[in-house]
């Protein structure tokens, strides 16, 4: 069974830093594209970055690079998402989830979420 | 790049069919045979019901059906119930340098 498990809830500080994981199972892990997509609370889902395990690969959405970095740990099957200075309107559920093997842009399954909460 | 538009909510009566639009432009749905749909209850992480404008992942009711028409993708459901009750996103490839970009969702009542 194929399965991308998420860290936990985080509660961070404006201009903190933190990183997010998601790892996967049940699968070959460099074969298949990883993304992360955010929905903000009430909001709908934004696709952030994607990045393929093999090679490292990245794309980023324009409305995120620079603020983001996605990186993958082969060694343990996890990648991550990062943030060097967390603002209040970072805040929101991240999920992963796992594209196709040629980045055709569905992602199936999904990590149950991760919650990010940044508040003074 | 600006997010695929859908209804923002759609109704409908158990047994009864609906049909959730998804429009886009000549950069995205129009453009490739990509488009995917997602539903996803409250508190929940979003499922696949539909990729490659009509295909179904394995285990998904064939009561999901997706269609594209130019920039405009269809996601009809069949003989509606009332766990069919959720939010409907739809998902667009827009091209390696955007990839892919999301409708804004679509709450459906049953």
């Known amino acids: 069974e194929v399965q991308l498990m998420q860290s936990g809830a985080a509660v961070k500080k404006p201009g903190e830093s933190l990183k997010i994981s998601c790892q996967v199972s049940?699968?070959?892990?460099?074969?298949?594209?990883i993304g992360w997509v955010r929905q903000m609370p009430g909001k709908g889902l934004e696709w952030m970055a994607i990045?393929?395990?093999?090679?490292?690969?990245?794309k980023y959405s324009p409305s995120f690079q620079g603020q983001i970095t996605i990186s993958v740990d082969k060694s343990i099957n996890t990648v991550y998402l990062q943030w060097s200075s967390l603002k209040a309107s970072d805040s929101g559920m991240y999920y992963c989830?796992?594209?196709?093997?040629?980045?055709?842009?569905?992602?199936?399954?999904w990590g149950q979420g991760t919650l990010v909460t940044v508040s003074s | 790049q600006s997010a695929l538009t859908q209804p923002a909510s759609v109704s409908g009566s158990p047994g009864q069919s609906i049909t959730i639009s998804c429009t886009g432009t000549?950069?995205?749905?129009?453009?490739?045979?990509?488009v995917s749909w997602y539903q996803q209850f409250p508190g929940n992480a979003p499922k696949l019901i539909i990729y490659?404008?009509?295909k179904r992942p394995s285990g998904v009711s064939t009561r999901f059906s997706g269609s594209r028409t130019g920039n405009t993708a269809s996601l009809t459901i069949s003989r509606l119930q009332a766990e069919d009750e959720a939010d409907y996103y739809c998902?667009?490839?827009?091209?390696?340098?955007?990839?892919?970009?999301f409708g804004g969702g679509t709450k459906l009542t049953v």
């Open positions: 989830a796992r594209g196709d093997t040629a980045a055709r842009g569905w992602f199936d399954p």
């Open positions: 998902c667009s490839y827009a091209g390696s340098t955007v990839f892919v970009v």
């Open positions: 990045i393929y395990p093999y090679d490292s690969d990245t």
């Open positions: 049940g699968y070959s892990f460099t074969s298949y594209w």
């Open positions: 490659d404008v009509s």
């Open positions: 000549s950069s995205d749905v129009g453009s490739y045979g990509l």
